[in-house]
């Protein structure tokens, strides 16, 4: 017999019908109903065809090129309302398979338009730059269009010529056979093991059993016995991992020595305009600013008493404590949490949260997890699974903190600037959790939720910003190896791993010889080389605005909200490192990572005397 892993009970699952209407978002500000939706459909397909019936205007002069880029805007602007409409109907409940039809039919549209426009680049491209520069001194309104236009033209340093664009095109038929031999191997043909557990019955390890075993259960021997069985999955197959992995980075190399790049970094950061340094400074400072991590696993053993403290030990809770956060008061908090951010910046958080925006707790067929959907030209939806966990206490902060971007954005940019890149996107996001977080600790009135909370915080940290650069700086060094000629093998990368666990805990850890095996289950490094560290930029770039905007004299707090309202509205309107400069952030230098260093550093003091107080 199979029994699950501790976890917390379910709360009450309901139908949609038996939930009040105010927790529920209210799609009728898109359209009124399938009708009009429909009818905009239509209006889209027709445009779709209009676009296709400009090619080989361009050369003509301004006013058609302004043409062409004015559709655009028109076709985009309704593409959100046509496609949202019927995804966010569809996550409602996507057992229903008419709403999930009319879905389908919006991305068969969606490919239609894709192809329609496919002739435009080329062919703008055929016209010199200085050209185009000249019509937009000319041409008032082809003006507006010009970071998006000249930012094509960069982008074409490194297109080829034709002859060169058919062959590599070619390769993309089996460029992504290493990843989805990958995905084969680990998850559709993988056996998961079955393990017992201590307090009797066992249990089938799949990923996420593995995770919650960590997260919740509190025999050491059961952490253990999961951590051996889970990872034995991985090096039983190693040496095919390794080879896998290696195809992606040959792949890698492959297409940036085309494309004349002289490195795979460069090819991977070319396309935000990021200088190779900001990831190199952003592992270096990272690994001289390991202490407060060491400190605080260091503190974890001692208040979980254990002898020996591994990797598997390093998520569970340090108290038990189970207090629930209705609904109700989260949104009570969240405006007051981010007052730092000033009044209008608060104007705006409660009409997010005045109705008809947010849809809040799971129902039968309702679609998991969280996000923010950037409705253009309506207003950001946000869809929740709100269970009273501290967990969606700070999701629904952290949507919030998306769809602040999103309607600051919108407000301020013409359509063509108004969606952000994901190197910016985890600012205000991250940012918002962490003045939540500020908010709860002031109003906590017991030492076990000041624990919670700060153990929230702390692990944040540990996830997405020194895990994320361990894993670029392995992905960077895994680079290396083919770029310089030199073998990839199972033993080579495990090693490289193992060195980097070290570097990072030092004596904080005991180490496990399976352990040198992670990197054969990041499904990260084989689907999305040099994604990663963009969690990381972002958490630093969140950690030293939030820095300027709780310190200083009111002056200068005041300068940094202007400067972070300022970020916010520009949306996609520069290059991300530009628009973080401005902020008063340079991703170049070290005092961002520094900022995330100190930030955990005061947390760790905190938890200290939170567990001195506690007694
Ligand atoms: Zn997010």
Redesign the pocket.
């Known amino acids: 017999m199979t029994s699950p892993a501790e976890t917390a009970p379910a709360p009450q699952l309901r139908e949609r019908s038996e939930i009040d209407d105010r927790f529920k978002w209210d799609l009728s500000h898109i359209f009124a109903g399938w009708t009009e939706w429909q009818a905009a459909f239509d209006e889209l397909d027709t445009k779709i065809g209009a676009y296709a019936a400009l090619q080989g205007t361009l050369a003509q002069g301004p006013e058609r090129l302004l043409a062409a880029m004015k559709l655009s805007d028109d076709i985009g602007q309704l593409t959100y309302k046509v496609w949202y409409f019927a995804s966010l109907k569809y996550d409602e409940d996507q057992r229903d398979n008419t709403i999930n039809a009319r879905r389908q039919q919006v991305q068969i549209l969606f490919a239609k338009a894709s192809q329609a426009s496919a002739w435009f680049n080329p062919e703008l491209l055929k016209i010199p730059l200085p050209t185009v520069q000249q019509w937009m001194v000319l041409h008032g309104e082809l003006a507006m269009y010009r970071f998006a236009i000249e930012d094509l033209y960069r982008q074409q340093e490194h297109v080829l010529d034709d002859k060169g664009e058919r062959l590599l095109s070619l390769s993309s038929r089996f460029s992504s056979n290493p990843h989805d031999a990958y995905a084969a191997l680990s998850t559709a043909d993988i056996k998961y093991p079955l393990v017992p557990l201590s307090a009797g019955g066992q249990v089938t390890l799949t990923y996420g059993q593995y995770r919650a075993i960590l997260a919740t259960n509190r025999s050491q021997g059961d952490r253990a016995a999961a951590f051996t069985a889970f990872h034995s999955l991985f090096a039983a197959n190693v040496n095919t991992y390794a080879s896998l992995y290696n195809g992606v980075l040959q792949r890698d190399w492959f297409h940036a020595q085309a494309r004349e790049y002289k490195t795979t970094l460069e090819a991977a950061l070319h396309g935000n305009n990021i200088p190779s340094a900001v990831v190199e400074n952003l592992i270096d400072a990272t690994k001289g600013g390991t202490e407060p991590l060491r400190r605080y696993h260091r503190l974890r053993k001692r208040v979980l008493g254990l002898e020996t403290y591994h990797n598997y030990d390093a998520s569970i809770p340090l108290v038990d404590f189970d207090r629930k956060y209705p609904y109700d008061t989260v949104v009570e908090s969240l405006p007051p949490s981010v007052a730092p951010l000033g009044a209008e910046y608060q104007r705006h958080m409660r009409e997010a949260l005045a109705g008809g925006w947010i849809d809040v707790y799971e129902n039968p067929g309702k679609r998991s997890g969280a ?2 959907a950037p409705v253009y030209g309506v207003h950001p939806y946000m869809l929740l699974n709100h269970n009273d966990t501290l967990d969606a206490a700070f999701t629904v902060a ?2 919030m ?2 769809s602040m971007h999103t309607i600051l954005s919108n407000a301020h940019q013409p359509f063509v600037y108004s969606a952000y890149t994901i190197f910016v ?2 600012v205000p ?2 940012l918002s959790e962490a003045l939540f977080l500020d908010y709860m600790l002031t109003k906590a009135t017991d030492d076990r939720e000041r624990i919670v909370l700060l153990q929230h915080a702390i692990d944040g940290i540990v996830g997405t910003f020194y895990t994320q650069v361990l894993f670029a700086d392995f992905e960077l060094q895994a680079h290396r190896l083919a770029e310089q000629d030199q073998p990839v093998t199972a033993d080579g990368l495990s090693e490289i791993y193992f060195n980097l666990l070290k570097a990072y805990y030092g004596d904080a850890l005991d180490y496990d010889e399976l352990s040198r095996v992670t990197w054969a289950r990041i499904p990260h490094f084989f689907s999305t080389p040099y994604y990663v560290y963009q969690y990381a930029t972002c958490f630093a770039s969140s950690a030293q605005l939030m820095q300027q905007l709780t310190t200083g004299s009111d002056v200068d707090r005041a300068a940094a909200i202007d400067r972070y309202l300022t970020l916010l509205k520009s949306g996609g309107s520069d290059h991300p490192m530009t628009l973080l400069q401005r902020a008063g952030v340079d991703l170049s230098r070290p005092e961002p990572v520094r900022a995330v260093v100190d930030q955990l550093d005061g947390l760790v003091t905190r938890l200290e005397r939170a567990i001195q107080a506690l007694g």
């Open positions: 996000y923010s952290h949507e903190g998306h996107a985890e996001s991250t």
